[in-house]
C-alpha cells in the first residue's frame, strides 16, 4: 500500500476500484493531467451505467493506492457532491501525447480551465481591464484588440472580457478568430504567461484552442436548447417540454419545472449541455418520481396528521394523495403539507375520511386516559 501523490502514475490504473469510507464508490475512467507540471491533478471516477454519472475529484482526495484499488479520503455522499464529467471543459490531448504518458485514446484528458459559474461579461474598454498574472504575484491591463498567441502561433484578438461576479477579477476572454469564417472562443485568462502592451501570450498548443468553448449571445444559446429539447426523441410527446423553462445568463443554462422520471431529467441536461456556446448546466428539473418520495416524506413526517394507506403519485407536478384520514380537517391539512413541498404545482386530494380511524382515535385516547387515572 502507498501513499498517493501526485507524481505517482504507474500506479493509476484505468479501471481500478474506487472505495469510499463506506462502501464502493466505482471505477477509473480517466486521469486529468496538468501539462504544465506533467502530473496528475483529479481522477475521473465512473459512478455508473451513465456517463452524466462520472465525478471529477482532485487528486489530493486518494488516500491510498494499490495495483488493483483507490481509497479516497470521502463518504459516497461526499463524493456525489464533486461535479460531474463534462467531456466540454476537457481536452483528449494527442495520441503521441497519451502513448508518451503511458494511457491509450481518451484515458487521460487536460483541463480547459472551465469558466465559473457566474461571469459578468464586460466589453474590454480601449483603457483595459486589470487581470492577475498565472502567478499572481502582478496584474496586467487586458484590452480590446490585443493580439492573442499560442506557443503554435497567432490565436486571434481580444473581443470581450470575462469577470466572476463575484470578486470582480478578470478570470476569462473572449478571442475573436478569423474574419469571413468567424469564431468566438472562451479562453482561461490563467494560460497566460505573457501580457504585454499589445499582446497576450498563451501556454497552450493548437489543439488545446481548438477545443476551447465557444462564446455565443444567451438569446442565441437559449433558443438553441429549447430547439435541441423539442428535437430529442425522449421528449416528442411534448408533455416534458412544455413543463420545462429554459434561461441563459453568462452562458450558463438553468434548467427549471418538472419532468416524469429521474432519466428524463438526466438527459434534458445532458442534451443541453451538447449545444454549442454552453458554458455549464444548472439542472433545476424536478422529476415526478423524486417528487412523490418528497411529498411522502413530508406527509408521514408531520405528527399533525394519520394517514393510512399513504400513497403519492406525481405528473409533471400534479400531485395526487391516496389513502384513508379520520376527519377532513386532517384531509385539508394533509393537502397544505403537500401543496408546500417544492416543485409540487396543484394537489389532487383522493384522500377519503374513513370515520373508523376517528373512532378508534377517541377510542384508544379514552383507554389512555382511563390508565392514567387508575391508581
Known amino acids: 500500500m502507498h501513499t498517493a501523490t501526485p507524481q505517482t502514475r504507474a500506479e493509476l490504473r484505468i479501471g481500478s476500484e474506487v472505495l469510499c469510507h463506506d462502501r464502493p464508490a466505482g471505477r477509473l475512467e480517466r486521469v486529468v493531467f496538468s501539462p504544465r507540471q506533467g502530473v496528475v491533478t483529479h481522477l475521473v471516477i465512473h459512478r455508473g451505467l451513465l456517463g452524466h454519472q462520472d465525478r471529477v475529484v482532485p487528486f489530493a482526495h486518494v488516500a491510498t493506492i494499490n495495483d488493483e484499488r483507490i481509497v479516497l479520503d470521502l463518504t459516497c455522499e461526499e463524493l456525489e457532491q464533486f461535479p460531474t464529467y463534462d467531456p466540454k471543459a476537457f481536452s483528449i490531448p494527442e495520441a503521441e501525447w497519451q502513448a508518451a504518458h503511458g494511457y491509450g485514446p481518451e484515458q487521460a484528458v487536460v483541463s480547459l480551465g472551465g469558466a465559473p459559474a457566474e461571469l459578468q461579461r464586460l466589453p474590454a474598454e480601449r483603457s483595459g481591464v486589470l487581470a492577475p498574472l498565472a502567478d499572481e504575484t502582478a496584474i496586467a491591463v487586458v484590452s480590446e484588440g490585443m493580439e492573442v498567441v499560442c506557443r503554435d502561433g497567432r490565436v486571434g484578438r481580444v473581443a470581450l472580457v470575462l469577470l466572476d ?201 379514552s383507554s389512555a386516559t382511563q390508565l392514567e387515572a387508575e391508581p
Open 165 to 365: 461576479r463575484q470578486t470582480h477579477h478578470a478570470t476569462h476572454i473572449v478571442v475573436r478568430q478569423g474574419w469571413l469564417t468567424r469564431r468566438d472562443i472562451i479562453v482561461p485568462l490563467d494560460w497566460a504567461v505573457e501580457i504585454s502592451e499589445r499582446r497576450i501570450v498563451l501556454d497552450a498548443r493548437d489543439w488545446q484552442i481548438e477545443q476551447l468553448p465557444d462564446y455565443r449571445p444567451d438569446e442565441e444559446i437559449a433558443e438553441d436548447v429549447r430547439q435541441a429539447l423539442y428535437d430529442a426523441p425522449q421528449f416528442h410527446d411534448g408533455a416534458d417540454f412544455f413543463a420545462m423553462q429554459v434561461s441563459v445568463r453568462d452562458g450558463v443554462v438553468t434548467l427549471r419545472g418538472n419532468v416524469r422520471n429521474s432519466v428524463r431529467r438526466i438527459e434534458a441536461e445532458r442534451i443541453a449541455r451538447r449545444v454549442r456556446g454552453v458554458i455549464d448546466v444548472r439542472n433545476e428539473l424536478l422529476a415526478d418520481d423524486a417528487l412523490e418520495l418528497l411529498v411522502a416524506q413530508a406527509l408521514r413526517s408531520d405528527g399533525r396528521l394519520q394517514i393510512h394507506d399513504l400513497v403519492v403519485t406525481s405528473m409533471l407536478g400534479l400531485v395526487r394523495l391516496h389513502g384513508r384520514v379520520p376527519d377532513a380537517q386532517q384531509r385539508e391539512l394533509a393537502a397544505q403539507v403537500a401543496r408546500h413541498v417544492t416543485g409540487v404545482q396543484a394537489i389532487d386530494n383522493q384522500l377519503t375520511v374513513d370515520p373508523l380511524l376517528a373512532r378508534a382515535r377517541t377510542e384508544t385516547s
